[in-house]
């Protein structure tokens, strides 16, 4: 592969395969692991997409983790410091996939290096960090991507341009739950994610952020809320050695949760309509059970991540004893027809990824003629656009409203956090 390229923002390279944009992952635990694959599927869904990402550095400060994913992904070179990465004038763009305490160093340099930048949610510790990298991508004119990936389900996009058409009349209420047991066992070790300094305000960074995004992406913007938080079990053995992912870690020395087990928001919607956010990552026999259920003057329309090809609808003039059914989402809605011809086959949580590699590489591809920035724009952009790092200042405001509410009991306004 012979480097032709070094644009203003991000190098490209050429080879047999056509313009390659050459990409570095920073951090190879699950979520390194999952762009990875995604990188590697892009041509096989999206053959169009070009230039093509190609995966030629990993940065893992436990190096054996980078060595051994190298081996697996066929990735030529692997270093223990995300520096290297930054430094290096041949890489075109970054995954950015460590804890979340890194967000902000990692992804202003990514950024300021004049590389495109596709960073996990939630994007640092605060809205001040998500705002930083954003505001450093802005200068660079780079393009941004953020791992808000329940967006990409091809069910959540026909939600979005059902609810958007009317079809369920006006939305009065709505409610999205974000359980899951990943912290449910007490020997839970205590990683990174549940100290406040590394890993910020714990299920709110966690899956909260998540929801809010959902909530912006189905219903609009959040006028103001109310929140309250808890913190379940008080203390976590210490981990003896390096964690990825959610590890168990009993008989040794405990400390302190910093951050939060459980929270609950009501909130007030611009458009008048209610909505219950609530996010656990103790809720005891509950495996990723994320969804909503929202309600209009005439339908309603439910969705459940674990059937995530599903979407109940219930539609009509009935407005009591309405009947609701399932529709198997098909080609026609998201992304779909790029992975099955034909409605009710599932797709995967790594598909979500796939997509969400796609929509970035593509942004990266129309960077200077429709996309601009950082992809900032909101009002007018397709139902399926993918998330960026505008997205993740927005919905760390929601967040951090939360955490004011709790700390002073009042509503606050997510607009306010700016
Ligand atoms: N979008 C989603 O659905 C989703 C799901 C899980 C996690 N995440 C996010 O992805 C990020 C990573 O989460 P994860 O579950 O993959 O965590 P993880 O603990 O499994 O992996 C983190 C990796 O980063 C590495 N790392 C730590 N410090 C480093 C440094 N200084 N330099 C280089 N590498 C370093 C660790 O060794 C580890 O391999 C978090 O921000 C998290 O919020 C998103």
């Excluded at 990514?110 to 596709?118: D, E, F, I, P, T």
């Excluded at 599903?310 to 009509?316: A, F, I, K, S, Y």
Aim: some cysteine; aromatic content about 8%.
């Amino acid at each position: 592969m012979t480097v032709d390229t070094a644009t203003a923002a991000g190098a490209t390279s050429r080879d047999d395969a056509g313009v390659v944009l050459p990409v570095g992952i920073i951090g190879f635990g699950w979520m390194g692991r999952a762009h990875a694959q995604a990188y590697a599927r892009i041509r096989h869904h999206y053959p169009h997409i070009s230039p093509v990402p190609r995966l030629m550095v990993i940065a893992d400060e436990v190096t054996d983790r980078a060595a051994q994913a190298a081996a697996q992904f066929d990735v030529p070179s692997t270093v223990a410091d995300w520096r290297q990465v930054v430094d290096d004038p041949t890489i075109g763009a970054v995954s950015v996939t460590a804890p979340n305490f890194l967000h902000r160093d990692i992804g202003c340099a990514v950024v300021s290096a004049g590389k495109h930048l596709w960073i996990e949610k939630p994007v640092g510790l605060s809205a001040g960090d998500a705002r930083a990298v954003a505001a450093a991508a802005a200068d660079a004119g780079v393009q941004t991507a953020v791992g808000f990936n329940y967006r990409n389900v091809p069910a959540v996009a026909a939600a979005r341009e059902l609810i958007a058409a009317g079809g369920i009349g006006e939305v009065t209420h709505a409610r999205f739950r974000l359980f899951s047991d990943y912290a449910a066992h007490p020997d839970g070790a205590l990683s990174w994610r549940f100290q406040r300094d590394r890993g910020g305000n714990g299920v709110l960074g966690d899956l909260a952020s998540h929801g809010a995004d959902l909530v912006w992406f189905l219903l609009g913007e959040i006028d103001s809320l109310v929140a309250d938080t808890a913190i379940f079990v008080a203390e976590r053995p210490k981990p003896t050695g390096a964690t990825a992912g959610h590890q168990l870690a009993s008989g040794g020395e405990r400390g302190p949760v910093e951050n939060e087990d459980y929270v609950s928001a009501q909130m007030r919607l611009a458009s008048g309509a209610r909505c219950v956010l609530e996010a656990s990552r103790m809720s005891v026999g509950a495996q990723n059970s994320y969804g909503f259920e929202i309600h209009g003057t005439s339908g309603v329309v439910r969705w459940d991540y674990r059937r995530m090809g599903e979407l109940e609808v219930g539609q009509g003039s009935d407005y009591q004893d309405l009947a609701v059914s399932t529709r198997f989402v098909g080609p026609g809605s998201g992304d779909y027809a790029a992975f099955q011809p034909g409605a009710a086959n599932p797709m995967s949580y790594d598909d979500l990824k796939v997509i969400e590699a796609a929509r970035f590489c593509e942004s990266i591809a129309d960077a200077g003629s429709a996309v601009s920035g950082s992809g900032v724009a909101d009002a007018g952009r397709a139902p399926s656009a993918g998330a960026t790092i505008a997205d993740a200042v927005r919905a760390a405001e929601v967040l951090d409203a939360m955490t004011t509410s709790v700390r002073e009991g009042t509503w606050v306004s997510p607009a306010s956090m700016r």
